[in-house]
């Protein structure tokens, strides 16, 4: 069964500094792979998706992840976080022979410090 | 484009009675919905998957005879929590997939449901 890791529960950053968030997964091909943000008592905005092609994905907000297949790594950057970006943040996994099913992790919750 | 709503927002009922959650897709036609369910400090759950005109496909543990799905058209699909009791208590959120969006999912705003 796929699964998704998200290592960090929690991360603080300082405002202007540089983010990292980690996401691996387990399955035996390459699955779509998403990160979504979360505010508090809100639904999900997609940040970035990779289906194919290009490893390095471009999202809003100025967020970036790698596809790294070696690594089964999915890592979400941005090098400058701003004190709006302070929210939840979750890594998705989907396939599309299981209809495009998402498998979330555990989700990163990012504290930034003025 | 591609808005997901969902009705209401945050909803309060006693232990017991029935409570019915909206979702629709606003500007294009979802084929397939899906429900999701947050409990607090937790990440979401696939509940169960609706396709437009068919029974939903529920997960392994979630009871469909408690929470019931109706997709009966292309923007509606809804859930409806029976006799709900405070354990199902938590933020259920939807998300629909449908004409160009390819495999991505839109997600409405989720509702927060309260069972006291």
């Known amino acids: 069964a796929q699964s998704v890791t998200q290592p960090d529960i929690h991360i603080t950053v300082s405002e202007g500094a540089s983010l990292e968030l980690r996401c691996n997964y387990s399955?035996?091909?390459?699955?779509?792979l998403f990160w979504y943000v979360q505010s508090p008592g809100q639904g999900l905005q997609l940040l970035l998706k990779y289906f194919s092609g290009d490893t390095l994905v471009q999202g809003i907000k100025g967020f970036e992840a790698e596809f790294k297949r070696s690594q089964s790594s999915f890592n979400l950057r941005k090098p400058s976080v701003h004190w709006s970006d302070a929210a939840e943040y979750f890594c998705?996994?989907?396939?599309?022979?299981?209809?495009?099913?998402?498998?979330f992790g555990a989700g990163t919750i990012l504290r930034v410090k003025s | 484009g591609a808005v997901v709503s969902q009705h209401p927002s945050r909803v309060i009922c006693k232990s017991g009675t029935s409570v019915k959650i909206e979702c629709r897709s606003l500007d294009f036609q979802a084929t397939t919905m899906f429900w999701y369910r947050q409990f607090p400090k937790q990440s979401l759950m696939l509940m169960a998957t609706?396709?437009?005109?068919?029974?939903?496909?529920?997960e392994q543990g979630v009871e469909k005879d408690k929470f019931l799905i109706n997709h009966a058209s292309l923007t509606l699909s809804t859930l409806t929590v029976t006799s709900a009791h405070p354990e199902d208590s938590s933020f259920y959120i939807c998300s629909a997939r449908g004409g160009t969006s390819g495999n991505e999912q839109f997600f409405g705003p989720g509702t927060r449901l309260t069972v006291l």
């Open positions: 609706s396709n437009e005109g068919s029974k939903a496909t529920y």
């Open positions: 399955y035996g091909a390459t699955p779509y």
């Open positions: 998705a996994v989907g396939r599309l022979e299981y209809g495009n099913k998402l498998v």
